[in-house]
């Protein structure tokens, strides 16, 4: 849907299940006509499309492709942008750290977001729309790099990537753009770190040199910024403590573009004590990485997962660096894992509040014994009123079927409609 004129407001299909096309085709042909209901929406309807390396070769065959164009059609669908990161399996298993792999250092990984684009790029053809975005994984899991030739491995394909959006753009009219996406305990896990990564590995005349070798384009520095930019999560941006509008006029600065905003939010714990502990440990599920980062007195401490971060506060034998906390500051560590630090060395501060990256739904402002970032998404939403740096805007609330019941009330397709409209709301002038 439209809200305004400025945006594609849409919600992310990742919170459904489906690794194989079919599914994905069923589930959104049951999903979307409810969530327009909900939503009394006449008109055009933006989805936010989420395939897996599966699905995608499943619909580019030309006779899926074509029914799949005749339905968004018929319905008054249209896609605007497609979820690249999850790769494989994303709902009813163990995920994890697996969901960064394959990462931009592989063969799979390019082939994977090549297919997405030319998959993109078929949709939007004859809807009037010309451009659309893929977000991506951010570049890769940092505990997966192990040396500086990681980092750039994984440059390499992004440009190899860009290189196809550029000869796309040349052969349909259509500008298409791959958003990488910053997470924490990611290579890029801040807008620092995406800014460094550009400067340093995607925008220098060596690195587009080398990207050039044995490419059947002449990829230039105006193709690269064209074509590559990030998807700013406001989720994880809040779990970094990082300010909206400062993330924003960094990128901004930087000349590197938001291609897609995220609509997110996370738990937040201003008050660590034993009742938001023993709240949290329902929220510590075993699907999805939960990455935590605390600000104290001192700076930060960064933990990979909840359970690790839990397992920090408990006193006794258990505390300690197990589960691999980090130590640093809000700029992250670009190109290399951070040093270890004991989680417990922060546990003298008189000051301490937790970011738990567990996406909750944006309409919630409070829970049982902590809150939500749903202040920091609101204020990214009134820079975006005042200043919009992109056009697509999606709700990405995945982990439905992982939140504790008491927060699932209703089905998930009104629980999507309820997130759109107060998304809708806090877009309003």
């Known amino acids: 849907m439209r809200a305004g004129e400025a945006f594609h407001l849409t919600y992310c299909s990742n919170i459904h299940p489906g690794e194989r096309w079919p599914d994905v085709r069923d589930v959104l042909a049951s999903a979307l ?4 209901e909900h939503l009394a929406l006449a008109g055009p309807m933006a989805v936010g499309l989420r395939l897996s390396a599966d699905a ?3 619909l580019e065959r030309p006779a899926a492709l074509d029914e799949f164009r005749d339905f968004l059609q018929r319905g008054q669908y249209y896609v605007p942008t497609i979820n690249g990161f999850p790769y494989g399996a994303f709902h009813g298993q163990r995920v994890k750290d697996h969901v960064y792999l394959p990462d931009w250092r592989s063969a799979e990984r390019l082939d994977y977001s090549n297919r997405l684009a030319t998959i993109l790029a078929a949709l939007l053809q004859g809807t009037g729309l010309g451009e659309g975005s893929v977000s991506t994984v951010p570049g890769g899991f940092r505990g997966h790099i192990r040396s500086e030739s990681d980092v750039q491995d994984m440059a390499t394909g992004i440009l190899r990537h860009a290189a196809l959006l550029a000869r796309i753009r040349q052969e349909t009219g259509i500008s298409l753009g791959l958003a990488l996406e910053p997470e924490p305990a990611c290579l890029l896990e801040t807008t620092h770190d995406a800014v460094a990564f550009f400067e340093r590995h995607l925008l220098s005349d060596r690195a587009i040199a080398q990207a050039n070798r044995g490419a059947d384009i002449a990829l230039s520095v105006d193709d690269v910024r064209r074509h590559v ?33 995220q609509l997110s939010s996370a738990l937040r714990v201003p008050d660590l004590n034993a009742a938001a502990f023993a709240a949290l440990e329902r929220f510590a599920e075993d699907t999805y990485l939960h990455q935590v980062v605390e600000r104290n007195d001192a700076g930060y401490v960064r933990f990979a997962d909840l359970p690790d971060a839990l397992a920090s506060a408990r006193p006794g034998p258990e505390s300690g660096t197990e589960g691999g906390t980090e130590a640093g500051t809000a700029g992250g560590t670009e190109g290399g894992t951070a040093s270890g630090t004991e989680a417990s060395a922060a546990g003298g501060a008189r000051s301490r509040e937790w970011r738990v990256h567990f996406h909750v739904p944006i309409f919630l402002a409070e829970l049982e014994a902590f809150g939500t970032t749903q202040p920091q998404l609101e204020a990214l939403i009134a820079c975006l009123r005042e200043t919009p740096v992109c056009s697509v805007l999606e709700v ?4 439905w079927d992982v939140l504790p019941p008491e927060y699932r009330h209703g089905d998930v397709c009104a ?7 107060w998304a809708r709301q806090a877009l309003a002038p």
């Open 396 to 399: 990405e609330t995945y982990t």
């Open 56 to 58: 995608a070769r499943e």
């Open 33 to 36: 006509p409810r969530v327009r």
């Open 415 to 421: 629980a999507i409609a309820r997130e759109l409209a």
């Open 229 to 261: 930019g990030v998807c700013f999560d406001a989720c994880h941006a809040a779990v970094e403590f990082e300010d909206p509008a400062d993330a924003l006029a960094r990128l901004r600065q930087a000349g590197i573009r938001v291609m897609k905003v």
